[in-house]
C-alpha cells in the first residue's frame, strides 16, 4: 500500500523516486459515467459530481500524497502531448448544488435528489477506498450513492458486457506508445 511508502524510505537498502510507476504508464484514475442512465445523461449532472469531488483530498489521503491533481484524460507527464488548456472541475459545492438543481434535481424532504449506484474498479486497496469515498463527498450535494462490490469477473461482465452500472471508478494507462 501506498501508505507504507515512508517507512520503506527510511530502509538504506531501498531506494524510491517519485514518479514510480505512474510516472513510466502515465496512468490515470477516473470517474466513467453510464450514459445511458437517466441522471446522468444530464451534462450538468456529470460537471456537478466532477465538482463535488476534493481531488486533492483523494491524493493527499487516499494516495498517500502521490500522483498529480489533472481533469485530462491524458497524464499531466506526458509531454509534449498534454495540455492544461482544458475545462477544470475545482472542488465547488455551492457550484455542484447550482448545476443539480439547473438540471431539475432538487432535493426532496429527505435532502435526497435520486440514488445511483457506484461499482468500484475491484482491484487494489485505493480503488475501493475512492469508491467509498464517494458516498459521503455525493451526499453533501444531495445524491446518494450505494456501493457495489464484486469481483473482477462479475465486475468486467456488469460493466463492459451487461452495461449495467451507473458509475464506476476505474484506470487507464496513457503511455507513450
Known sequence: PMRDTPRLEKLPHLATDEIGIVG??????????????QYFKS????????HAI??????????SGYGIVTDS???????????NEITHYPYDLKKA??????????????????TVTHDPLPIG??????????????KKVGIEVNIRSQDMAAYLKRV????????????????PD
Open 125 to 138: 486497496e485505493a480503488n475501493v477506498a475512492i469508491g467509498n469515498y464517494l458516498k459521503p463527498a455525493l
Open 160 to 175: 463492459y458486457t451487461d452495461r449495467d452500472f451507473d458509475f464506476i471508478n476505474n484506470g487507464m494507462n496513457t503511455g
Open 54 to 63: 476534493d481531488k486533492e483530498f483523494i491524493k493527499n489521503t487516499l494516495l
Open 24 to 37: 513510466i504508464t502515465a496512468g490515470v484514475v477516473r470517474i466513467e459515467f453510464n450514459l445511458n442512465n
Open 97 to 114: 448544488e447550482k448545476l443539480l438543481d439547473e438540471a431539475g434535481y432538487k432535493r426532496g424532504k429527505d435532502g435526497i435528489r435520486f
Open 43 to 50: 451534462v450538468k449532472v456529470r460537471q456537478a459530481v466532477a
Open 73 to 83: 484524460v491524458l497524464s499531466p507527464l506526458l509531454t509534449p502531448y498534454y495540455t
